[in-house]
């Protein structure tokens, strides 16, 4: 693939914001670092940003939106929310919490979480951009796993040319690391990740310390406590080749389910054409509508390489739950 080098113009602006609407990934400079954007609302762009970057791993992102306005279509913000967005949007936080019913984000951007990290940058570009995308985007930072994050577009294009559709150049970074997480919990709120606002800074906002960051284990819910991660309460069994009496299936490519008679409820397939793009896509929410029937459930085989590796990471340690805290 080739990618686009666009400037910082009404019609970079406009080219960025055509290809993230055409399911297309798009590197932007907001105030933090540079941005790997998807449409949040397309499962399957969103899993090219996970197979742009190389990474094992599917963790949630972070949303972008223009404004205030748009963050509250996507979340539950709260009293303390809402205080810590006038002090601080636009610019360099993101807030964590419980994801609205029926927001238009895909399981995949927040790894099947009941929550959401929503964040309005400041940098004009980025405004921008968002404006003409008009849809949420599902932003880290865009660089190749593992790599530090790019504060300018030639380090984006230095991990990524030729793996991404376009970086739209605005320059170099004034802020140089990653926004500030907070979580926003029903007993108070939690520091995630350090950033570009100071701790101390959101206190004073609060008027009152935020709590380290807690995670819940999986099946454990302490109120107050936000999930890392989304873990079934079912069992998992994984490398099924076919389901067991009493199990529901999570089939990949050719399904051994529906000929054994499993009825259509009880079955999914993450790809029936083996495409390990959309099996990403699906992976959470068919995860969850297959938990919802209460009985163990058996896995197929998802090739690993590529978006496999991720997949198969989730689906481990769905298969282990109590090891992931
Ligand atoms: O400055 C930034 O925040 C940059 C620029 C591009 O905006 N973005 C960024 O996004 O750093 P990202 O996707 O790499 O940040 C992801 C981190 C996750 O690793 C996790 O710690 C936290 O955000 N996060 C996002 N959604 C979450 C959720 N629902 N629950 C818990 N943590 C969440
Ligand atoms: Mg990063």
Same mark, same amino acid.
């Given at each position: 693939? &080739? ?25 932007? +400079? ?5 941005? /790997?954007?998807?449409?949040a609302t ?14 094992? &791993? ?5 949303v972008?939106? $223009?404004? /205030?306005?748009?963050?509250?279509r996507l979340a539950h913000?709260? !009293? ?16 964590? @919490?419980?994801l609205r019913e029926g927001a238009a984000v895909? @399981?995949?951007?927040t ?5 959401v990290?929503?964040?309005?940058? +400041? %940098? ?6 968002? &404006?003409?995308?008009?849809?949420p ?9 593992? #790599? ?6 030639? %380090? ?27 979580? /926003? ?53 994984? %490398? ?26 009880? &079955? ?9 793009? !959309?099996?990403?896509? $699906? ?5 969850? $509508?297959?938990? $919802? ?11 690993? %390489? ?9 689906? #481990? ?9």
């Amino acid at each position: 693939m &080739r990618t686009e080098r666009l400037q910082a113009d009404p019609n970079g602006v406009a080219r960025a914001g055509e290809l993230l609407r055409d399911g297309g990934l798009v590197a932007f +400079a907001t105030e933090t670092v540079y941005g /790997l954007g998807a449409d949040a609302t397309d499962g399957v762009a969103v899993a090219r940003i996970f197979e742009a970057k190389g990474r094992p &791993r599917f963790n949630p992102l972070i949303v972008h939106v $223009a404004d /205030l306005a748009g963050a509250e279509r996507l979340a539950h913000l709260g !009293e303390a929310g809402l205080r810590l967005a006038a002090a601080f949007w636009p610019g360099p936080l993101t807030l964590v @919490a419980p994801l609205r019913e029926g927001a238009a984000v895909t @399981a995949l951007t927040t790894a099947g979480l009941d929550t959401v990290g929503v964040r309005v940058p +400041a %940098h004009p570009l980025a405004q921008a951009v968002l &404006r003409a995308v008009d849809r949420p985007v599902a932003a880290p930072s865009a660089n190749p796993s593992g #790599r530090i994050s790019p504060t300018t577009a030639a %380090h984006v294009l230095a991990g990524l040319d030729g793996r991404i559709d376009a970086v739209l150049d605005g320059g170099a970074c004034s802020v140089g690391v990653e926004s500030t997480i907070v979580g /926003l919990g029903p007993e108070g709120s939690c520091l995630l990740r350090p950033g570009g606002v100071p701790r101390e800074t959101v206190e004073a906002c609060l008027g009152q310390p935020l709590a380290p960051p807690q995670f819940q284990g999986a099946g454990v819910t302490a109120p107050g406590q936000l999930a890392s991660h989304y873990a079934p309460t079912v069992p998992v069994r994984l %490398h099924a080749e076919a389901p067991f009496d009493g199990e529901a299936w999570l089939g990949f490519g050719e399904d051994p389910a529906a000929a054994l008679g499993l009825p259509a409820e009880r &079955r999914r397939n993450l790809s029936p054409a083996g495409d390990l793009r !959309e099996a990403a896509a $699906a992976l959470f929410a068919d995860l969850r $509508a297959l938990d $919802a029937i209460g009985t163990p459930i058996a896995v197929a085989a998802v090739p690993e %390489h590529g978006l496999g590796l991720a997949i198969n990471d989730r689906v #481990r340690r769905a298969a282990s739950p109590r090891s992931e805290g």
